[in-house]
């Protein structure tokens, strides 16, 4: 287990839907809906952890009551549920099933309990006790087969399955008792749920031909269904950040905002660059998208800017993701798989961490580029970065994905266009994180200067991959 310590500044939100998103998780709990984060810093932890025997996690949530963080596997070999500490990362497993069997999908907190939904026939809801992880398999009527996804209103627990047409259970924990709605023609295969306060959403339909989003009235039992249109197929995942939901696509690789009040597409990103958008999840002020291809995108739902990012994490699959209040957790698709904590980055200013992402660029022996929020470029002043008070420098870090380089690499700090402290010096082919340590004499910068980064490779052959590069402040 690697830790390294970081920080990042917490944000106030303000939500037009904040009365019913806070009253309970869209399929996993916010905490960040129900607080007042108005505190200058919020130190944390970066951990890495790979539970013994688990392979291929499917889905985290977090329980704020034991304040773990619950994933649940689903693969060929043995089945567990495990738990982690949010601060130590310690962790417990639980077998669930011998090989192929009891394979988890979708994982939630509500009413005392952890809640998964199994893909199974017929289809099963497991229910863990946090307390002393006892479990309890609940089996579905024949014909409500694979069961892959799991909400819950506060008083109910609804599961999708994966059938033509798809069905939605209402789950009865005060007496263990099922509903079954089944849904119209053509409303097929149900991937992932939420509930808004209001209603459950669901996504779902023919894969490689459209999304359908679905509105569920717990109320009433009816349900209107809403289809994206041909721009958009294959959705695997939805979140909700109090105002809209967000689907991924991962037919068409798209990201879609839809807002609930009008039944309507708002906007998109086409993220065909980052390639099959898995995963994401609402941190407060920005939706979290995970990738199949280790990358990270954090969008901002105002103005549907976003940022690419790629950490430096052990293995390219990521199937899960849940946030706990201060940090964002990630699980892998992989044998052995991997759950990763971290703090989400800042951007390009203020005190604390300044983090940039190389974006997986590749730079070539020879040449020189500069660092920006968003990759390597090759000119020095369309990535410099405003530092809009006083600060000092204490640690320059970077991070090596690969490196074939038979030449010498290095990174140096730069303030208003000169070399600045020390240089990070990476011998060939050398990878991970290399560090430059500015202390005792720390880089001062004042209001007005201009912050930027420079990484070159001296000239001989081969490659260097940037993972990330890390300015620690004060």
Excluded at 231 to 240: G, M, V
Excluded at 298 to 327: N, T
């Amino acid at each position: 287990m690697s830790i390294r310590d970081v920080e990042h500044e917490p944000e106030s939100v303000k939500l037009k839907h904040l009365d019913r998103a806070a009253s309970f998780d869209q399929r996993k709990f916010v905490p960040l809906l129900t607080q007042s984060l108005n505190d200058v810093y919020h130190s944390g932890r970066h951990l890495e952890i790979q539970p013994t025997n688990i392979k291929h996690i499917h889905d985290l949530c977090y329980d704020p009551l034991t304040r773990q963080v619950w994933g649940i596997t689903e693969s060929v070999n043995n089945n567990y549920f495990f738990h982690i500490n949010h601060e130590t990362g310690a962790y417990a497993t639980v077998l669930i099933g011998a090989p192929n069997t009891n394979k988890g999908m979708a994982g939630c907190y509500a009413l005392k309990y952890i809640w998964f939904a199994i893909i199974e026939t017929p289809a099963r809801i497991l229910r863990v006790d946090p307390r002393d992880d006892t479990f309890t398999f609940f089996d579905m009527p024949a014909g409500t087969n694979s069961g892959t996804s799991i909400c819950t209103d506060g008083t109910y627990v609804y599961m999708g399955t994966d059938q033509t047409p798809a069905r939605i259970v209402r789950f009865n924990p005060a007496d263990n008792t099922t509903t079954i709605y089944i849904m119209a023609a053509g409303e097929n295969q149900i991937y992932w749920m939420l509930f808004d306060g209001t209603y459950v959403w669901a996504a779902g339909g023919t894969p490689g031909t459209n999304t359908l989003l679905i509105r569920f009235d717990p109320a009433t039992g009816l349900h209107v269904t809403y289809n994206l249109g041909a721009a958009h197929t294959s959705p695997h995942h939805i979140c909700f950040d109090g105002n809209y939901i967000w689907v991924l696509n991962a037919g068409t690789n798209t990201v879609v905002k839809f807002d609930i009040d009008t039944g309507t597409v708002v906007d998109y990103l086409d993220v065909t660059q980052v390639l099959n958008p898995y995963v994401c999840e609402f941190d407060g002020k920005y939706v979290w998208v995970a990738t199949n291809s280790r990358y990270l995108l954090r969008i901002s739902p105002e103005d549907m800017s976003y940022e690419v990012m790629r950490p430096p994490l052990s293995d390219q699959y990521i199937h899960a993701i849940c946030f706990d209040g201060s940090h964002l957790w990630v699980g892998t698709w992989s044998d052995p798989a991997y759950v990763y904590k971290f703090t989400p980055w800042l951007g390009s200013q203020g005190k604390g961490i300044l983090r940039f992402d190389g974006n997986q660029t590749s730079l070539a022996a020879g040449t020189t580029r500069y660092v920006g929020t968003l990759g390597l470029s090759a000119v020095e002043n369309v990535t410099q970065i405003p530092i809009g008070d006083n600060i000092n420098v204490l640690v320059l870090a970077l991070y090596i994905i690969t490196n074939t380089l038979n030449s010498i690499t290095g990174i140096s700090m730069r303030r208003n266009g000169v070399d600045e402290g020390n240089y990070i010096v990476i011998p060939a082919g050398g990878t991970g994180y290399r560090f430059a340590v500015q202390e005792p004499r720390a880089t001062k910068f004042r209001q007005g200067d201009l912050l930027s980064i420079r990484v070159w490779a001296d000239p001989g052959a081969g490659t260097i991959e940037i993972g990330q590069i890390t300015v620690i402040t004060q």
